[in-house]
């Protein structure tokens, strides 16, 4: 499952629920920087995030807020802009961009759901969605 995140980015807690945009990283500096500390995933969330949450970050899927990045730098004792300096393989790359694809066809059904939309707007909006998703297919295949 793909989270949907929110447009709005005025979070700065690691209060469950809470949604942003989050900051953009390099999935797996994380899984690296955790393995190299001796930490496992249920050590790294120590309670201020779940242990599914780093699995997450750890694949690319979900980003970390400011707060959940700097703890996760002082926990493996890595400076933040390691996690956040681009990567050299294009593997990753690749499956950054299929899940900001997926993550953007979610935000557009949930917006094209929306009663207000008339029916031609939720018919383009559809398409788009459509189009997002098989961009995001072919990406994950090449």
């Known amino acids: 499952m793909i989270p949907c995140q929110s447009l709005d980015i005025t979070f700065l807690d690691m209060r469950r629920g809470t949604r942003g945009t989050g900051v953009p990283i390099n999935p797996a500096r994380v899984h690296s920087a955790r393995v190299a500390a001796g930490l496992t995933m249920e050590e790294l969330a120590d309670g ?19 707060d959940v990045l700097n703890l996760i730098a002082k926990r493996t004792h890595k400076p933040v802009n390691y996690f956040t300096e681009p990567g050299s393989d294009d593997a990753l790359t690749r499956q950054q961009l299929v899940n900001e694809l997926a993550v953007l066809a ?4 949930r917006f094209r759901e929306d009663k207000e939309r ?5 018919e383009s909006i559809k ?16």
Not at 118 to 122: A, D, E, G, L
């Open 118 to 122: 008339r029916p031609v707007q939720r």
């Open 48 to 66: 201020a995030v779940s242990r599914t949450f780093i699995h997450l970050l750890e694949k690319g899927i979900s980003r970390p807020s400011p």
């Open 106 to 109: 979610v935000r557009l059904k």
């Open 127 to 142: 398409l788009l969605e459509s189009a997002l998703r098989q961009g995001a297919m072919l990406l994950k295949h090449l």
